[in-house]
């Protein structure tokens, strides 16, 4: 049942289809500052671009993404914007039709709820409802996800609304190569982008990262670890412990493990993921997200459509509970570890 | 250190210039253009005999159901003469006039109504938005298109159209505090027609007038008499005139009254009386606005009864023309969601093409 091949392709991040040929030459970035070399290539390459937020000029970021650039850029370029977010966000789609690109920050995506109805009612809907003759191409940046001992409301992870509302696409990146190179992607798009910052990763590892500009596909995953016995499919914050697990359990057992990073979960890439379940046979997902109808349901979902016959075992689960994500003194014991991902795991081997 | 006032600017005009008579006030005449004058006469009355059609057409279950603007076409009709064609004109949804008069062909205001989303299209080169359904969810989009304005340095201005019951939704409060704080070039025009469906003006705000409230905004609000088209006119074209030459932002409150229904799935019967109806009726703006016109000869019974059969015209061939325009394919639902179908959709739509040819579901409505 096991082989003990496995490969990693590429650095965690990686899986890049276009890069301009040039020196070559890197730079060791953490995710904050791959985020802020793709907001600073975006500003200076195009013009239309506008970045608007609370905090995001004089004072930098809350967490330093937009370091330098109100100074690089000036005020025109890098707006600091009154407290409202439904201002920032329909403001955004004003912005938008008059044909500058807005990059928006929300500061925690636990308040983007304040501007949700601006941008289920309309950003995802001006396309559609003017049959193409406004599009809402824009780009709404926030920081996601528990594990820096926040307040409440600071840590949360809510994917599944953004995978369920038609016409926005949604990206969530694990490091800093891929943060770089799919927010210059979603800046780019003719749609409208939510892009999710797992804020555990901002400071977490440095990576190399390409000096030149470099973008990747939105809606195509990266298979971050090639195996033949079991699929791990994750995406975020929880790829770092997922691959944790992975390293402890190919050293104790010998089993090959494949992970799969979503990268994109709207559109969520379908082929991938059949391609990987279909040659090993065995699933768990990983989200810190609550469970019920969360990305991971919708991959089952998925996985039973189009890879029933080929799997050997039920696929699990390893999430967050249907719960409220806790104050931060009970959040170490409740996000998914590396230890809880191991356990599943050896679960379905065992099946 | 004793108990003082502190001094803000107490900026709350009135403006009426034809009142509810039909008489001028010669001091604020802004002496039209009389063809301008009768321009908007007719547009008034494009505007509410199309309103009259669409009700009919709701009741023979022709288009769905149906917002009427009856009693307060002078606020878009007026106002809309003031725009230019590089302004933004952003839209809630009793303004037919406006989009009539903005380029918009008349069958395209009854597609909306009809569930049809080619009724969202604007005419090429056409700057402006579709119907808002989500009440004052627009006025964000206004400021950020004024904002947009400002950034480029360009120097036009945007019109926001709004409602009484509009002003409690969180929305305007915030497009409002923006366009204060970034000094940008909207004007948004509140017609105040009195009614939220069945909520009653004095129960929305306890503010005196909503144009006070461009007070707490750091800019001017002005009240008007918005069944006087010279009013709205003017009221407008200086609000405009200050926005585009770098004088920021204006909140017109133009007072009017829904003589109508809210919709055609409303009952006012059950929340307002006939009486007040009917006290609103005398200060209709279309029958005083033609009574000025016939004074000031601009109009004549014959020219009345030309321009009346002219506009019926109109409203019945663009009748015709949504008719004819009806059978459409629901595959295209697809066509529009993004710039390019992901695979996902690419499958979904064929999965729905095989159920409409299985169903025997083809072009249609």
Not at chain 1, 108 to 128: D, L, P, T, W
Not at chain 1, 171 to 192: K, M
Not at chain 2, 218 to 236: K, M, R
Not at chain 2, 352 to 359: S, T
Request: proline fraction near 5%; include cysteine; charged fraction near 25%.
């Amino acid at each position: 049942m096991s082989s003990v091949e496995s490969t990693i392709l590429v650095p965690q991040s990686a899986a890049i289809s276009e890069k301009k040929t040039g020196s070559g030459s890197m730079s060791m970035l953490n995710m904050v500052s791959a985020l802020n070399l793709a907001l600073d290539d975006a500003l200076r390459t195009d013009d239309t671009v506008v970045l608007l937020g609370q905090d995001i000029g004089q004072d930098e970021g809350v967490f330093r993404v937009t370091a330098d650039l109100l100074k690089r850029y000036g005020s025109d370029r890098v707006i600091d914007t009154p407290l409202a977010e439904a201002a920032i966000a329909g403001g955004a789609v004003g912005l938008a039709l008059y044909g500058l690109k807005p990059v928006c920050e929300m500061q925690f995506s636990g308040f983007f709820y304040q501007a949700f109805h601006q941008v289920e009612q309309h950003i995802a809907r001006f396309r559609n409802r003017t049959h193409g003759r406004f599009s809402m191409s824009m780009v709404l940046r926030m920081p996601y996800g528990g594990g820096i001992r926040a307040v409440e409301h600071h840590s949360e992870s809510r994917e599944a609304y953004f995978a369920h509302t038609p016409g926005l696409h949604m990206v969530i990146p694990s490091g800093p190569r891929n943060a770089r190179a799919l927010l210059l992607a979603s800046i780019q798009s003719p749609d409208p982008v939510i892009f999710y910052e797992p804020k555990a990763v901002y400071r977490a590892f440095k990576e190399e990262v390409p000096d030149e500009h470099e973008t990747m596909p939105i809606g195509k995953a990266h298979v971050a670890r090639k195996g033949n016995d079991l699929t791990i499919i994750s995406f975020g914050a929880m790829m770092r412990p997922v691959l944790e697990a992975v390293e402890e359990i190919e050293d104790q057992d010998s089993v090959s493990i494949e992970v799969v990073d979503l990268l994109s979960v709207s559109p969520l890439d379908t082929e991938t993921i059949r391609e990987s379940v279909s040659k090993t046979g065995r699933c768990v997902i990983v989200h810190e997200a609550a469970r019920s109808c969360g990305i991971g349901a919708e991959v089952v979902a998925r996985i039973v459509e189009t890879s029933l016959m080929h799997l050997e075992a039920p696929i699990r689960r390893v999430t967050g509970f249907d719960v409220h994500f806790p104050y931060f003194a009970r959040e170490r014991a409740f996000l998914p570890g590396a230890e809880r991902i191991a356990h599943a795991v050896r679960e379905v081997l065992a099946f | 250190m004793p108990r003082k006032s502190i001094k803000i600017k107490p900026t709350v005009q009135y403006l009426s210039i034809l009142n509810g008579k039909g008489k001028l006030d010669e001091k604020l005449d802004p002496r039209l253009d009389p063809q301008q004058s009768l321009s908007i006469y007719r547009l008034m009355l494009v505007a509410r005999r199309l309103d009259e059609r669409c009700i009919k057409l709701q009741r023979q279950g022709r288009i769905g159901t149906y917002g009427p603007c009856r009693g307060q076409e002078a606020v878009h009709c007026a106002a809309s003469f003031v725009m230019d064609k590089d302004d933004w004109v952003v839209h809630a949804f009793r303004e037919p006039g406006s989009f009539y008069h903005r380029g918009w062909p008349l069958e395209r205001i009854i597609q909306f109504w009809g569930g049809y989303e080619e009724g969202c299209t604007p005419p090429p080169e056409c700057n402006d938005l579709p119907i808002a359904v989500p009440i004052a969810s627009q006025c964000p989009h206004a400021m950020g298109l004024a904002w947009a304005m400002k950034l480029r340095k360009d120097d036009h201005a945007v019109l926001c159209y709004c409602g009484d019951g509009g002003t409690s939704e969180g929305d305007f409060h915030e497009a409002m505090n923006f366009a204060g704080a970034y000094h940008l070039p909207l004007v948004m025009l509140v017609a105040n027609n009195q009614w939220a469906i069945s909520i009653p003006r004095e129960h929305q705000t306890a503010s005196e007038t909503i144009a006070q409230k461009a007070l707490a905004y750091g800019f001017d609000g002005i009240q008007i008499d918005g069944n006087d088209p010279l009013a709205v006119y003017v009221a407008t074209k200086e609000a405009v005139d200050k926005a585009k030459s770098g004088g920021g932002p204006t909140l017109i409150e133009a007072v009017t009254y829904r003589l109508g229904v809210h919709t055609t799935a409303d009952d006012p019967t059950k929340y307002r009386s006939d009486e007040e109806v009917k006290k609103w009726e005398k200060l209709d703006p279309i029958p005083r606005f033609q009574k000025y016109l016939v004074e000031t000869g601009v109009l004549d019974d014959k020219k009345i009864e030309d321009i009346e059969k002219g506009v019926l015209q109109e409203v019945a061939e663009a009748v015709d023309r949504y008719e004819a325009g009806r059978d459409v394919d629901p595959l295209d639902c697809f066509d529009h969601v993004f710039a390019e179908m992901p695979a996902e959709l690419v499958q979904q739509r064929a999965e729905f093409a095989a159920c409409l040819e299985r169903e025997g579901i083809g072009k249609g409505h």
